[in-house]
């Protein structure tokens, strides 16, 4: 019931935001932009304590018993999941990041070479420097992934 409540409420505040700022359009932009800072704060802090909370940090110690009678202590982690985290964010941050490096220098390239076609070979190796971020990354993952 709670949840039919608050979704109402949503809609409704924003209907009522939308007719509000229909009429003020210069105010609906400054609106937004904190709007939209707000949530990507708030966001965040979401992401980190969902984190925080969602993956163990604890080492556990296992006491088995032997066949002699004697007691064995070992130390075992189940931290696997900050480990797989970790790789996932090295992988795709770095490719994020290369995909950006890669669509400016590709636009500032063929600008160039639309000026300039001898200069193809030189814009290639800016392109491919770009791309070479994502090797690392890759990198990255493998040895965390080779420590897990």
């Given at each position: 019931?709670?949840?039919?409540?608050s979704l109402t409420a949503l809609v409704v505040l924003t209907i009522m935001f939308g007719f509000y700022f229909?009429?003020?359009?210069?105010?609906?932009?400054?609106?937004?932009?904190?709007?939209?800072?707000?949530?990507?704060?708030?966001?965040?802090?979401?992401?980190?304590?969902?984190?925080?909370?969602?993956?163990?940090?604890?080492?556990?110690a296992q006491t088995t018993t032997s066949t002699t009678g004697t007691s064995v202590t070992s130390d075992t982690?189940?931290?696997?999941?900050?480990?797989?985290?970790?790789?996932?964010?090295?992988?795709?941050?770095?490719?994020?990041?290369?995909?950006?490096?890669?669509?400016?220098?590709?636009?500032?390239?063929?600008?160039?070479?639309?000026?300039?076609?001898?200069?193809?070979?030189?814009?290639?190796?800016?392109?491919?420097?770009?791309?070479?971020?994502?090797?690392?990354?890759?990198?990255?993952?493998?040895?965390?992934?080779?420590?897990?």
């Open positions: 019931m709670a949840y039919v409540v229909s009429k003020k359009p210069e105010k609906a932009r400054s609106f937004a932009k904190k709007f939209f800072r707000g949530n990507i704060a708030v966001f965040g802090v979401v992401l980190l304590l969902a984190i925080i909370t969602l993956f163990p940090t604890h080492v556990s982690t189940n931290n696997k999941g900050l480990g797989l985290l970790g790789a996932a964010l090295s992988t795709g941050l770095s490719a994020i990041g290369a995909g950006i490096g890669v669509a400016i220098v590709g636009s500032a390239a063929v600008g160039a070479i639309s000026e300039k076609p001898e200069l193809l070979g030189r814009t290639l190796i800016y392109v491919g420097l770009a791309e070479g971020i994502v090797i690392y990354g890759l990198i990255v993952s493998i040895m965390i992934l080779g420590r897990i």
